[in-house]
């Protein structure tokens, strides 16, 4: 099976600090990895995924990276503003069976 | 375009009783999947939905139960409900043939007393 951990569970910065949350798989068949950010009382939000076929991803303010090679990805956030302060959590699934597993989040709080 | 949407908002409940759950995907998204997310904890896998019918479950007792409609709705039924069913219950659509790119509901707050 899979399991996903990340590898701290509170991340303080301030804002307009680049902020970076990462996050451990174990399964190497694994081929898909995505990102949610989760607000208080609210379901996970997408933010940015990316396949196993690329290493870097960009979007706005975003940009993730994957390291199969130590089974490693991050999610990087640019200017980090105080809206972004929620808990993050990255999912690792296999594209073929369209399923993911959770690590269990980082919360980042994010001081004006 | 409406999002994920899912009722009610909360429940409450009582051990042993029964309770269903429902989830309208997004526009366009044929598949459904139902996770579980305890207080502090990332959401657990259920089950996925797709043409009708279960494609996938994770380790979840037989006690949880689901269905999908033509239009692509679905219900969660979990029955003989424990105070360790209390959780977030989240509904995740997507589209087939997309991978696993799942865009999640707000998610249903179950109360088990």
């Known amino acids: 099976g899979e399991s996903v951990g990340l590898h701290l569970p509170t991340l303080s910065v301030q804002e307009g600090d680049n902020s970076i949350i990462n996050c451990a798989y174990s399964n190497s068949a694994s081929d898909y990895f995505i990102w949610y950010k989760q607000e208080s009382g609210k379901g996970p939000q997408f933010i940015i995924d990316i396949r196993s076929n690329m290493d870097k991803r960009q979007g706005q303010r975003v940009t993730v990276l994957l390291n199969k090679t130590v089974k490693h990805l991050s999610l990087q956030i640019a200017a980090t503003q105080p809206g972004d302060s929620a808990v993050y959590f990255c999912a690792v699934g296999n594209s073929g069976y369209s399923t993911l597993t959770f690590g269990k989040g980082t919360m980042l709080l994010v001081s004006p | 375009d409406a999002g994920v949407t899912q009722s009610p908002t909360h429940l409450i409940k009582t051990r042993g009783q029964q309770v269903t759950l429902r989830c309208s995907p997004k526009s366009g998204h044929d598949t459904v999947s139902w996770y579980q997310q305890a207080l502090g904890q990332g959401p657990q896998f259920i089950f996925q939905?797709?043409?009708?019918?279960?494609?996938q479950r994770g380790n979840f007792p037989d006690r949880f139960s689901g269905h999908q409609f033509p239009n692509y709705s679905s219900e969660l039924n979990v029955n003989a409900l424990l105070l360790g069913d209390s959780a977030l219950y989240l509904c995740a659509s997507s589209r087939s043939g997309t991978g696993a790119r799942q865009f999640f509901g707000p998610g249903t707050r179950l109360t088990v007393l």
């Open positions: 939905y797709y043409e009708e019918e279960e494609r």
